[in-house]
């Protein structure tokens, strides 16, 4: 069963008048995805193609305007709470520290957020777990304009996770950052995954960073964005740097970038 399902979805934006159509962009067209609990997917595609565009119709940050979006069997009608985002800026607020920035999601989201004061210690050791688990340990104190861009994203993922979402959405986290910074992220995140095995919907525009971490590949056309193939990424975990050299990596790498340039014709 679909955990997260898109059911012939179109996403127009601009006047609702249908008199003002010269107003409106037609940004996502008979979009149809299904995603199963705890599956690690990924979207790529030309820029501009709608890739972001479906992570809000997953979070509830916009009503598709034909179709339906379903996650865990119920219709998306509101903003989720049982969402985590990242995003290409890591955005730590400057005045807190890198615990009171991981934690930030337990001062918000329910139920933590009524229980925050008597779970304060079991929060505090919630944020030491996560930083731990992506190399962070002893930088809780730390502000974020004394950590670098790399550890500051590491520092944003852990924020993304702390309040356990069900759903992990990621709007090019890495886009920003080195090459050889953004590689070792990917062990984190592909680790993280596999601590925590919530469905994570990665955009991106790196076809290596795709088949590196995801299950599963979409690719998409050009606006309106609609899925044209969707591959399985068989290759065994985990995942190293090494494996982006081997040939059946480099392959799938290749055919990917091929439907992206038959994409941008349509």
């Known amino acids: 069963m679909s955990f997260i399902k898109l059911t012939d979805v179109d996403l127009i934006y601009g006047s609702a008048d249908p008199k003002e159509k010269s107003a409106q962009t037609l ?3 008979s979009a149809n995805l299904s995603i199963a609990h705890g599956e690690f997917l990924a979207l790529v595609g030309p820029s501009g193609c709608g890739k972001s565009t479906l992570l809000k119709l997953v979070a509830g940050l916009a009503r598709p305007s034909k179709g339906s979006v379903t996650v865990d069997g119920q219709e998306v009608t509101q903003p989720l709470k049982t969402v985590g985002m990242a ?5 730590l607020l400057p005045w807190r520290n890198i615990r009171d920035n991981v934690m930030l999601p337990l001062e918000i989201v329910e139920p933590y957020r009524s229980r925050q004061r008597q779970e304060r ?3 505090r050791e919630r ?3 996560l930083l731990a688990k992506v190399g962070l340990t002893g930088f809780a104190d730390r502000m974020p304009w004394q950590l670098s ?5 590491r520092a944003q993922l852990c924020r993304a996770l702390i309040h356990e979402p069900s759903i992990l959405l990621l709007d090019e986290p890495f886009a920003a950052l080195d090459t050889f910074t953004r590689e070792d992220l990917w062990s984190v995140l ?3 995954w596999s601590f925590r095995k919530c469905t994570i919907i ?18 998409m056309s050009a606006r309106p964005g609609r899925i044209l193939k969707t591959s399985t990424i068989d290759i065994p975990r985990p995942r190293t740097l090494e494996s982006t050299f ?3 990596f480099v392959e799938i790498v290749h055919d990917l970038r091929h439907h992206i340039s038959l994409g941008k014709q349509n």
């Open 202 to 219: 990665l955009v991106t525009h790196e076809l290596r960073e795709a088949v590196y971490l995801a299950q599963t590949v979409h690719v």
């Open 246 to 248: 081997q040939p059946d």
């Open 121 to 123: 210690e079991a929060n």
């Open 87 to 91: 995003f290409q800026n890591a955005t």
């Open 127 to 129: 944020a030491e777990t």
């Open 27 to 29: 940004a996502v067209s």
């Open 149 to 153: 861009g790399g550890m500051q994203q």
């Open 190 to 192: 592909q680790e993280l």
